[in-house]
C-alpha cells in the first residue's frame, strides 16, 4: 500500500495531536469505588495521554483513605456541595466552585462530610488515573472484604500509596 503525501500527512498528524472532542454531559466510562462514583469524560486515549478528566459524585462518608500520587498532579472543582480536605499543610473545607490542586507526591484525602452527594470534576496530569479505577473497582468489588494486599498492589502498579488514616 503506497500513501500519498496527503494520506501520510494526516497520518502523522492524527498520531501525534489530540482531536478535539465533545463529551455531553454524564456520558463516559463510569466506575464505583465505596461511596464514590467516578465517571471519566476524557482519558488519555482521547488526550495524548496528557490529560484525564472525570466528575466525581462522593455520597455522605465517601472519600479516599490519606494517599499518595506519585505521578499526576491533581486538580478538584466543586460543582455540588463540599469536602474537607486533608493534607501535611493542614485541612479545610472546599466548596461550590472552589478549586482545589493537589501536586504530585503530596499525601491527601478528601471526605464528604455532608448530608448529600457532593459533585466534583477532578482532572489530572498526566493521564493514567482512569487506568486505575478500572481496576480497582474490580479489587474492591470481589465477593467479601477487598484484600488488603490487592489494595495495596493495585495502587502500586498505578504510582498510587495508600496511607494510614490522617489523625
Excluded at 27 to 47: C, K, V, Y
Amino acid at each position: 500500500m503506497t500513501l500519498n503525501r496527503e494520506e501520510l500527512t494526516m497520518t502523522v498528524q492524527d498520531r501525534l495531536m489530540p482531536r478535539p472532542k465533545h463529551i455531553p454531559a454524564g456520558e463516559g466510562r463510569s466506575f464505583t469505588t465505596g461511596f464514590d462514583r467516578i465517571t471519566f469524560a476524557l482519558s488519555g486515549e482521547d488526550t495524548q495521554d496528557a490529560l484525564t478528566v472525570g466528575l466525581v459524585v462522593a455520597q455522605p462518608g465517601g472519600g479516599p483513605p490519606p494517599h499518595v500520587h506519585q505521578r499526576e498532579d491533581e486538580v478538584f472543582i466543586v460543582l455540588d456541595g463540599e469536602l474537607d480536605v486533608w493534607t501535611p499543610d493542614g485541612a479545610f473545607t472546599a466548596g461550590v466552585g472552589d478549586v482545589v490542586f493537589l501536586p504530585a507526591g503530596i499525601a491527601h484525602a478528601y471526605r464528604n462530610v455532608g448530608s448529600r452527594p457532593t459533585r466534583f470534576y477532578v482532572l489530572a496530569n498526566p493521564s493514567g488515573f482512569e487506568r486505575f479505577y478500572e481496576e480497582f473497582e474490580e479489587v474492591i468489588s470481589a465477593p467479601g472484604a477487598p484484600d488488603p494486599a490487592r489494595v495495596v498492589a493495585t495502587g502500586e502498579k498505578y504510582g498510587i500509596e495508600f496511607l494510614p488514616p490522617a489523625q
